[in-house]
């Protein structure tokens, strides 16, 4: 297989690879030599250097025995034989610990059996024969002379002594020498770990380098140059398949972005063309919002004075003539005053609608309870005629304008008193609640006749009746009203599905400013 086709992640995991697979070889190597070198340390530290001192004391030990049984030999006592037997335990403890050191040892075990025999030999032959014919025969001077036997014999054991010291001494040598061996080794394959070490990382730096940072640099300075306004030119990369798979990904969004910048400008340009369009519109619009509330306003105007003068005319006719002709005439005056009435009303009730959020004095903090009594007064008479109720407790102050607010509630209680069920008087209950921290949910619950809910968005239409005129009068712009100074207020305004009987309108009013804590003067 070319290499040249590896992917990124191949060629480092295969650098990767080999790279511990040294370091393991290394790392076997080194725990075997690490481990010799410590059983040869500990074979020279706790074995056969105690061993080459045990060797000393036992050559200790065999003078003190000479010295204490010639003492003996002179004097007879029994209590210079102490050192004597002392020194006797003390050999046998040190020839035991001794052979326990050199476990495994097999020529030097052997040296510490003939040192064993030589010093039984000299006890046997010379002091302990001594030590008896003293006891039988007394002090002796010649006796306590050495002769060449016992020189022979004590000689005999001494060189035995010297003879192990000098193989344990031979012996430590060679395996001191092996440790020095096994040490440096440890240390030549630590030095080789490290060079494995820095030569892996010179070659992932290296490689990292041609296959990552090189390939990115030049990927980088197309997309720059692509980035600066050149769409057309197409991004290559020479790195891995991964950064020319990336390349390739760019490219093609390249390609994407380029063809969307070009819809986006077609776009661009039928919207500044459509804003044109919409801003011709919007002024044309406008002026023709200003001819209508200016057409509106001054044909109400204009329009009071002569049905005023009709108005006044047929309610004349009709009081001056009434029974004096005939019963169709008294009809139609009766027509005609009904009409120039109800034509009055429906020109105030338009100039009412025309003026909400055009004439305005500014919003302030209003008292919602006295706006509802004002509201309330206005219909005492129709209160005592029907019994109504109307209930209201603690209603908060918000901020709007209250001529406004009290035509809102003046809209709404008159329809409830309005559309009361027959016989039932009405019950009218206006409560609030807080939402938030920015506005009220007001609500007006009377027990009339009701809505229908498919006709809860219908009554809020300017116009829209739900009833015949003969049966409830009115010109059907009450609620379209109410629904535009709740709008100017911010808030909104719809019917309770869920009420069932009569009918529960809910809206909502903003919250008053809150008012700006004076700073506290100094004192003086």
């Not at 590896?6 to 290394?26: D, N, Q």
């Not at 020839?95 to 040296?111: C, S």
């Not at 108005?311 to 169709?328: I, K, N, V």
Request: charged residues 25%; proline residues 4%.
């Amino acid at each position: 297989m070319n290499p040249s086709g590896w992917s990124l992640w191949r060629r480092i995991t295969s650098l990767c690879a080999v790279v511990a697979g040294l370091l393991v070889v290394i790392a076997i190597g080194a725990t075997g030599t690490a481990a010799a070198n410590r059983s040869e340390t500990e074979q020279v530290m706790d074995r056969l250097t105690p061993a080459l001192v045990n060797a000393e004391r036992l050559y200790s030990q065999l003078l003190r025995q000479q010295s204490s049984v010639r003492t003996y030999l002179l004097t007879g006592k029994d209590s210079d034989l102490d050192s004597y037997r002392d020194g006797q335990a003390q050999e046998a403890a040190i020839l035991t610990a001794t052979r326990g050191q050199l476990t495994g040892e097999t020529r030097l075990l052997a040296a510490v059996d003939d040192i064993a025999a030589a010093t039984a030999r000299y006890r046997r032959e010379i002091t302990e024969p001594l030590i008896n014919r003293t006891r039988t025969e007394g002090v002796n001077q010649d006796t306590a002379a050495p002769t060449d036997q016992s020189r022979a014999v004590y000689n005999e054991a001494a060189g035995r002594i010297n003879a192990l010291s000098g193989q344990l001494e031979r012996r430590r040598d060679e395996v001191t020498g092996q440790v020095r061996t096994s040490g440096n080794l440890l240390v030549l394959l630590l030095i080789f770990a490290a060079v494995v070490v820095v030569v892996a990382g010179v070659v992932l730096a290296l490689l990292l380098r041609r296959l990552i940072t090189r390939p990115v640099t030049d990927l980088a300075k197309e997309v720059r140059r692509v980035a600066g306004g050149d769409y057309e030119y197409q991004i290559r990369s020479s790195g891995p398949p991964e950064l020319a798979e990336l390349a390739g990904d760019v490219d093609a969004m390249r390609r994407r972005i380029n063809a969307d910048l070009t819809d986006v400008q077609e776009a661009r340009r039928l919207v500044e063309e459509a804003n044109r369009m919409l801003e011709q519109q919007a002024a044309e619009l406008t002026r023709s919002n200003r001819d209508l509330e200016q057409f509106a306003y001054v044909a109400s105007h204009d329009l009071q004075e002569p049905l005023r003068k009709v108005a006044s005319f047929c309610q004349l006719l009709q009081r001056r003539y009434s029974g004096q002709l005939d019963e169709r005439a008294d009809q139609y005056i009766g027509f005609a005053v009904d009409g120039a009435q109800r034509m009055q009303r429906l020109i105030n009730d338009l100039l009412a609608f025309s003026r909400i959020g055009r004439l305005t004095n500014g919003f302030t903090e209003v008292d919602l309870n006295k706006v509802v009594l004002d509201a309330s007064g206005q219909f005492d008479a129709q209160r005592e005629a029907t019994e109504a109720e109307i209930i209201f407790t603690d209603l908060p102050a918000v901020r709007g304008e209250e001529p406004l607010l009290g035509a809102l509630f003046s809209n709404l209680i008159g329809n409830a008193i309005k559309f009361r069920r027959p016989g039932v008087p009405p019950r009218i209950v206006i409560d609030s609640k807080p939402l938030d921290d920015t506005e009220f949910e007001i609500t007006v619950e009377d027990n009339g006749i009701g809505i229908e809910p498919e006709f809860a968005d219908k009554v809020f239409v300017i116009f829209q009746r739900l009833h015949a005129k003969e049966t409830y009068p009115g010109t059907g712009i009450g609620l379209a009203i109410a629904k535009k100074i709740v709008e100017y207020h911010g808030g909104r305004i719809w019917i309770d599905p869920d009420h069932r009987e009569g009918t529960l309108f809910r809206f909502t009013l903003p919250v008053p400013a809150p008012v700006p804590a004076l700073a506290e003067e100094p004192a003086a």
